[in-house]
T-cell receptor, first 110, second 115 residues
Framework: NAGVTQTPKFRVLKTGQSMTLLCAQD?????MYWYRQDPGMGLRLIHY???????AKGEVPDGYNVSRLKKQNFLLGLESAAPSQTSVYFC?????????FGPGTRLLVL | AQSVTQLDSQVPVFEEAPVELRCNYS??????LFWYVQYPNQGLQLLLK??????LVKGINGFEAEFNKSQTSFHLRKPSVHISDTAEYFC?????????????FGKGTKLTVNP
């Protein structure tokens, strides 16, 4: 039981490049979330999903897109990366009450 | 929408001293409350949670928190800290009325335990 895993662990992008962050969970959870963490800002919700095939915007959705084609996977896409998207990205999943977090992806946009 | 305020961004303490990390949330009909801990360069780990029942909640590593509905607070306490408790602590609230159970986080409190 791996819990929540994230790929990749670290990535460097140039401004304007695109990339996809992959989150996978093996706990059969309905809810999945993408957060970003910036110093002094805590964690802010980007997008979330309440089930396969559904997505919704969180607090800071601009510049990101998501897809939940399979229950166990939640993808976060950056179509045209900007330096303001330099951050640590955390994926989480939840069954009913408790969120379990992945180890994070550190993204640097130059 | 829910909001969470962690009143101290940094808390330095000496080893074996007691500590309290303060958290207030905006009022709502019903909420779930959580404390998470993040050690350097790691993900978030659940420390404890309040769902219902007793207002005093015990978690891992000797931490406990008290839910105070009238004060809309959920302060975290430990009677005697260790060097290994040095980490960042996040208070979070789950808005049950929202239906999606998404967590709203405070900005975090960095606890530094000095020898």
């Amino acid at each position: 039981n791996a819990g929540v895993t994230q790929t990749p662990k670290f990535r460097v992008l140039k401004t304007g490049q695109s990339m996809t962050l992959l989150c996978a969970q093996d706990m059969n959870h309905e809810y999945m979330y993408w957060y970003r963490q910036d110093p002094g800002m805590g964690l802010r919700l980007i997008h979330y999903s309440v089930g396969e095939g559904t997505t919704a915007k969180g607090e800071v959705p601009d510049g990101y897109n998501v897809s939940r084609l399979k229950k166990q996977n939640f993808l976060l896409g950056l179509e045209s990366a900007a330096p303001s998207q330099t951050s640590v990205y955390f994926c989480a999943s939840s069954g009913r009450t408790v969120c379990y977090f992945g180890p994070g992806t550190r993204l640097l946009v130059l | 929408a829910q909001s969470v305020t962690q009143l101290d961004s940094q808390v330095p303490v000496f080893e074996e001293a007691p500590v309290e990390l303060r958290c207030n949330y905006s009022s709502s009909v019903s909420v779930y409350l959580f404390w998470y801990v993040q050690y350097p360069n790691q993900g978030l780990q659940l420390l404890l949670k309040y769902l219902s029942g007793s207002t005093l909640v015990k978690g891992i590593n000797g931490f406990e928190a008290e839910f105070n509905k009238s004060q809309t607070s959920f302060h975290l306490r430990k009677p005697s800290v260790h060097i290994s408790d040095t980490a960042e602590y996040f208070c979070a609230v789950s808005d049950l009325e929202g239906g999606s159970e998404k967590l709203v986080f405070g900005k975090g409190t960095k606890l530094t335990v000095n020898p």
